[in-house]
């Protein structure tokens, strides 16, 4: 019976610090108490002025797969430059205590792609795109190619019609 209760506090003991050095620094990405719609028309003003998009990732602090896709990007320098020079990012909360309903039903309901969820933004507020961020893993990851290719294909500058005028 010692051994059990032994093998069982070392592995508490173990396993709580491993847990919490996931998470360490991640907790706080999305803020229930957060203005959200101040928050939105304030990134779309600074996106404006910067001439990038606004690129919202919907989910919540709960939400492994959330903080997993923060991490990713944050940890990668190119993935992080192009999300830099092309958006202006906003973590929209959801979760028991805000689900901001009424500006997910303003962005036609992504919720139903699971979460994380990202919706793309022109400067003036408009919804470019919806990414079912599920497309964008692989494994138990995220592809940083298929990341990669996502923010450059809905950056400012891949919709402009002068892209295309020689095809």
Not at 125 to 145: C, F, I, M, P, V
Request: with cysteine.
């Amino acid at each position: 019976m010692k051994k059990f209760v032994w093998t069982l506090l070392l592995s508490t003991a173990f396993a709580i610090p491993a847990t919490q050095a996931q998470t360490h620094g991640q907790e706080h990405i999305y803020n229930p108490s957060a203005d959200a719609k101040a928050d939105i028309a304030a990134a779309e003003q600074k996106a404006a002025k910067e001439n990038k998009h606004v690129l919202l990732q919907i989910g919540g602090n709960w939400c492994h797969w959330c903080l997993k896709l923060y991490k990713f990007v944050d940890d990668d320098a190119a993935l992080k430059a192009t999300l830099n020079n092309n958006y202006v990012v906003y973590h929209l909360n959801y979760s028991t205590e805000n689900k901001n309903l009424p500006i997910l039903k303003e962005l036609g309901y992504p919720q139903r792609f699971g979460f994380p969820v990202l919706v793309i933004l022109d400067a003036k507020g408009n919804r470019l795109h919806t990414q079912n961020s599920a497309l964008l893993e692989s494994a138990d990851s995220y592809d940083k190619k298929k990341v990669q290719e996502f923010l450059k294909q809905w950056s400012p500058a891949a919709l402009q019609p002068s892209q295309y005028i020689n095809e």
